[in-house]
């Protein structure tokens, strides 16, 4: 009970970071823009944090190798793979967002190491991205032209918190002390709350397809995700998650239970 109570402690620590400190990073990177140059400072950008992340990825991946053999989860990595790069072309406009995969994994890892289970542990990394948006929306870039509440950067969060819990519990079911018939009622009201919103938000922001991409400053043609796009594509995000953990074959409960 102690380590959940401080994962939850830590992930806390780290959203109020990430509010507190955006802006104080965005002027370091603005300062090494003016000093580098663009060109030198995007390009950098990436190699730094595409190397990170995928030495990371590896070191996940070499833990227990053989579950990744699985069709269940190699399937699962494989479509987070194509997710992943189809962001990275469509809503991602400076390389530096790419921060955004590993800081929200860094999210789901702490409250993993807690005990939480992967659900919780992903819902509650990708709730948390989106108080950081709301956030960054309505006080940071408040006032400002052209600036939108950004669905893109909630979806970005949603990929790093599904790298992260897909790459430590492939293939474990995902399990928790809560009982099956607890894990399934979840389930089912997750469903109803998806679907519920989907309807809800394709009313008040249904997606905009004219036009279908545009030129951001930096040269590239992205997509702004509408409300009900960044929910649909969250929930097939946690499906493929989900799908990549398996089945466990006994309740996580009843698998550490001593015999008697």
Known sequence: MIWRSLSWVAALALLLADLFLHQPI???????????GWTTYNRWTFRI????????????LARRWRRWLRVSTS????????????????????????????????????????????GLAWAASVAAGVVDETYQHLVIYAGRPNTYLDFNDM????IGASWLVLLVLAGEGGTSSDPPKA??????????????????LLWLDPPRFTP???????????????ATEGVLAAAVLWAVTRFGLGRASTDGCAARRPER
Not at 82 to 109: D, K, R, S, W
Not at 155 to 158: D, E, P, Q, S, T
Not at 186 to 196: D, E, I, K, P, R
């Open 155 to 158: 979806v970005l969060n949603a």
């Open 26 to 36: 965005t002027d370091i990177c603005d300062a090494w823009v003016v000093r580098f």
């Open 183 to 200: 894990r399934r009622a979840g389930w089912q009201l997750g469903a109803v709350v998806v679907v519920v919103a989907a309807l809800a």
């Open 75 to 118: 399937a699962a990595l494989l479509l987070l793979i194509l997710a992943t790069c189809a962001a990275y072309q469509f809503l991602i406009v400076a390389n530096i967002e790419l921060i955004h995969f590993p800081q929200y994994a860094l999210m789901a890892g702490l409250l993993l190491a807690g005990g939480n289970s992967a």
């Open 49 to 60: 944090l595409v190397s990170a992340s995928i030495a990371l990825a590896l070191a996940l």
């Open 212 to 226: 279908y991409l545009r030129r951001a400053a930096t040269g590239r043609d992205y997509r702004v995700l509408s």
